[in-house]
């Protein structure tokens, strides 16, 4: 038997039925219920918790159905962004039997969220769509995909110049944790870390490999901490002239050299108060870095001509996509220093290792797209070929590479659905390095070849990450590698000899 499923976002006209106000209809969802018979109902709220159970109570009486509320918290109901989170959470959470048909109802609620509905219903989350009203009563929407721009309410367009800015991986400006998108477990232990370093005005050291995001967890941090309503400024220090680093970080008097012909104060005066996020920290000079550890150390700088230091009360939040420990052990950046700035140490996973996250984000960035995209643009749905090769692709540029090949998929194919051709176009292919002797693969074969040593290296390896990973969760190491139970995962420790 088929379950009929009914899932909606609760309206004010909905609230006025139920508090009997005699000049208002039964609402959408009571023209529902009274059309059709459902056998559970979903109903999303923003309202207060005591309005949202005297409709459920109301509602009850009109319907055999269950009715479950699920209370969500929006900062506008025109959020488009915090409303697609929510309704895909509860989607997502909704144990449903195998035969089931899912019907979303358009009409409670904003047209942000009636959008939502139809862009879910059309690509990740099928269903059934209705609307209703006092007149027409209730009505199945017949709903093309490639859906009229102009049906799209105007502040989900943007301009080509959010485009440009997400291509060269700008941070979006509102972001907090809510916004960085993830199921995997390696990105909410890491979020997790990172809200417990946020509160306090500690620096942080973010690791992470080229897009993984590593501003966009900066602003994050930055918002979630006491200095939300100071000053976050960005500096990429591998893009300021040497020579004029000194003094785009700690300004400069008037005369202190040839052009400065007023004063300046640096980027550290400037967030006085807030938070400076110092992105691929590892490129700056080493006598800058020695600057850079006084002002950590005293809390003040000295511009460029002056005799007096400033005091300034700065946290520094700084990234790198290189393993900075190391550039200590070569010597390219200074030891004493780095303990200074790696108070705390966020290490964002590569989207290879975020197991679960890119279907999500292949389809939130391509939503993206399609909202950035003006009047006249058509709408792209991604076809299932294109998306599994996306989903076998192992991204080396991680989401900066993902949002940038969708783009470009986007703008070349004339069709509304993106092909597995347009796709393949759209991936770059890095040139193909020599064969390396040294590596599990490609080894010659003429000197012979240990085969069952070399396949015990690669168990050893996954074992190890797995179990670092999870720190040291054998239950969870052993899901990860894709083995029945515990006791497997044991047997293959010890028979390849990883001691934890």
């Not at 599990?440 to 000197?447: D, K």
């Given at each position: ?5 009914l ?36 109903l ?9 159970e ?13 009715i ?32 089931v048909q ?12 009636a ?17 209703s009203?006092p ?8 709903i ?6 102009e ?25 907090e ?21 946020a509160v306090r005005?500690?620096p942080?050291?973010i ?36 020579e ?12 202190a ?22 992105d691929?920290?590892?490129?700056l ?5 020695v600057?850079?550890?006084r002002?950590l ?10 005799s ?15 393993t ?8 390219n ?44 643009f ?45 796709i ?15 590596s ?8 012979g ?44 420790m ?7």
């Open positions: 038997m088929v379950e009929r499923t899932v909606a976002w609760i309206g004010r006209t909905d609230l006025k039925a139920a508090a009997g106000d005699p000049d208002s209809t039964p609402g959408p969802i009571g023209q529902a219920v009274q059309a059709e018979q459902f056998e559970s109902i979903h999303l709220s923003d309202f207060a918790a005591q309005e949202a005297v409709f459920r109570e109301w509602l009850a009486s009109k319907t055999i159905a269950g479950d509320i699920h209370a969500v918290k929006l900062s506008s109901p025109i959020d488009f962004g915090e409303i697609y989170q929510h309704a895909v959470a509860v989607l997502d959470n909704i144990k449903q039997p195998r035969e899912r019907t979303y109802h358009l009409s409670p609620g904003t047209p942000a969220m959008s939502v509905w139809i862009l879910l219903a059309k690509t990740t989350h099928p269903a059934r769509l209705i609307q009203s007149q027409a009563g209730v009505q199945e929407a017949c093309p995909f490639d859906i009229a721009a049906f799209i309410p105007h502040w989900m367009q943007r301009s080509d110049e959010r485009l440009a800015s997400m291509s060269q991986g700008a941070a979006v400006e509102d972001a944790f809510s916004h960085i998108l993830h199921r995997s477990t390696a990105m909410k232990r890491v979020i997790a870390q990172a809200r417990r370093i005005s500690i942080v050291l690791e992470g490999e080229s897009g993984t995001g590593k501003e966009l967890m900066a602003r994050a941090i930055h918002r979630a901490s006491p200095r939300v309503d100071k000053p976050f400024i960005a500096v990429n220090c591998g893009a300021v002239p040497p004029l680093v000194e003094s785009e970080f700690f300004g400069h008097q008037r005369g050299f040839t052009g400065s012909v007023a004063d300046r104060k640096g980027h550290f005066e400037r967030t006085n108060g807030g938070t400076i996020f110092l691929e920290i590892g490129e000079p080493k006598p800058i870095q600057k850079l550890l002002t150390q005293e809390g003040e700088v000295t511009p460029v001509g002056a007096e230091p400033r005091k300034i009360d700065v946290r520094i939040v700084a990234a790198t996509n290189r900075l420990i190391n550039e200590v052990a070569a010597g950046f200074r030891e004493d220093l780095f303990y200074r700035l790696a108070v705390a140490i966020v290490r964002l996973p590569p989207l290879r290792e975020r197991a679960g996250d890119l279907s999500l984000l292949i389809d939130a960035l391509l939503l993206q797209i399609n909202q950035a995209a003006e009047l006249g058509r709408h792209k749905t991604l076809s299932a070929a294109a998306k599994n090769l996306m989903l076998q692709h192992a991204w080396p540029g991680n989401v900066r590479e993902l949002l940038n090949t969708l783009q470009r998929a986007a703008v070349w194919s004339d069709e509304e659905n993106i092909s597995l051709e347009a393949k176009d759209a991936i770059l292919v890095s040139p193909q390095a020599p064969p390396d002797t040294d599990i693969l490609n080894r010659p074969l003429e000197p070849v240990d085969l069952e040593a070399l396949l015990a290296e690669v168990a050893r390896h996954y074992i190890e990450r797995a179990l670092e990973h999870t720190r040291d969760n054998r239950t969870q190491a052993a899901r990860l590698l894709g083995f029945g139970n515990y006791q497997t995962f044991t047997n293959w010890n028979r390849h000899g990883v001691k934890r």
